[in-house]
């Protein structure tokens, strides 16, 4: 969700959809088609976090989680402000 933000310009509208797509699908998943018991769903969720946040860092970089510059960043100020 911070990698979503970050590239965004700041737009919180992405990161809400971003965090209402992850409680939807395990709403969905374990209430209503009742696929999997709510128990392994969280540690399926937890182990599948894990990768997301693993291929993130590998693409956009452990520093910032963004390869923008900083002038593009949404939280720093820039030199002309």
Known sequence: MTWGYNNTKGSLIITIIFHFSFNFNGAFTTGILGLL????FYIAGGAMIGIYLIAVIYYAG????????DSEMPFIKSKEE
Do not use: A, E
């Open 37 to 40: 018991p709510v128990m392994y």
């Open 62 to 69: 452990p520093k910032k989680l963004s390869r923008k510059p």
